[in-house]
């Protein structure tokens, strides 16, 4: 199947588009009609892997190899490969799909990342795995949602949950090691939940959406005035080096989130 285009999933009254050559990218979800993601230049929803946020100076360590990665938020590398690749469709039904690309430069490791999308009228369920094609590697992966701040009427976004710690955050927005309680917001922040993480954003009377994962780390970024961002991720920014999750030729690196939601009283479709 041709990845040149949109694919276009849907449940009920709720619209999901994917983007494959675009990092495989999440363009649109529209909930009764209502979009619910960032549009414009930075939009969407897009995939972190086979690293999450910020690595300390482009640079990790595989055993006694370090290696280096361009630095694209000098002086770290951020946010993986995987955003700026085309992906390929491996199938795509009413409400499902799936999709993948081999890894490659900058990245030194061969491998393939699998990318899936579950939709429902109630819920959608983002999976990713990463797997070696020969020698093991650290990596990360994880979800970059751009949520609207305002869906256009009523009141902004109330950001809901409850971590157990905050990675305290160093004058380089990396983590310093210490964790710290949980300090109100603005955040660009990660923290920990590690019975898994459970973040929910309410629109007063239009809707209440609920991002969960096994996965314990999650990154809230709401600095700007029009999106807020809920990041569920395999392990902290700068984790190749801190936190390393091996991929191994019997044991991939796996990562699921679910998005679900409801309407609330006085919602009404746009």
Request: aromatic share 8%; hydrophobic share 35%; with cysteine.
């Amino acid at each position: 199947m041709s990845s040149e285009e949109s694919v276009r999933l849907g449940a009920g009254d709720v619209e999901l588009t994917v983007h494959p050559q675009n990092g495989c990218r999440i363009g649109s979800l529209r909930i009764g009609g209502t979009e619910v993601l960032r549009q414009g230049e930075r939009y969407g929803s897009f995939p972190m892997v086979p690293w999450c946020g910020r690595t300390r100076d482009g640079q990790f360590r595989n055993g006694d190899v370090v290696h280096r990665l361009p630095l694209n938020a000098a002086p770290h590398a951020i946010h993986g490969t995987g955003r700026e690749t085309a992906w390929r469709t491996a199938t795509a039904g009413k409400s499902e799909a799936a999709f993948t690309y081999d890894l490659a430069e900058p990245w030194p490791y061969t491998g393939r990342v699998t990318q899936t999308f579950e939709l429902t009228a109630e819920s959608l369920t983002l999976a990713m795995g990463v797997e070696t094609y020969g020698t093991s590697f650290p990596a990360q992966a994880g979800w970059h949602p751009w949520f609207l701040r305002n869906l256009g009427s009523g009141e902004d976004v109330r950001i809901d949950f409850a971590p157990a710690w905050q990675e305290e955050r160093g004058e380089d927005h990396l983590p310093t090691g210490r964790r710290i309680d949980p300090l109100p917001g603005p955040w660009d922040d990660c923290f920990g939940m590690p019975d898994g993480l459970s973040v929910t954003l309410t629109w007063p009377e239009q809707l209440e959406l609920t991002v969960a994962s096994r996965a314990e780390w999650v990154v809230i970024y709401d600095e700007q005035a029009e999106a807020v961002c809920v990041e569920p991720q395999s392990g902290p920014p700068n984790g190749l080096n801190t936190h390393p999750e091996l991929v191994t030729p019997i044991e991939p690196l796996e990562v699921t989130t679910t998005w679900t939601w409801r309407r609330l009283q006085g919602a009404s479709g746009g």
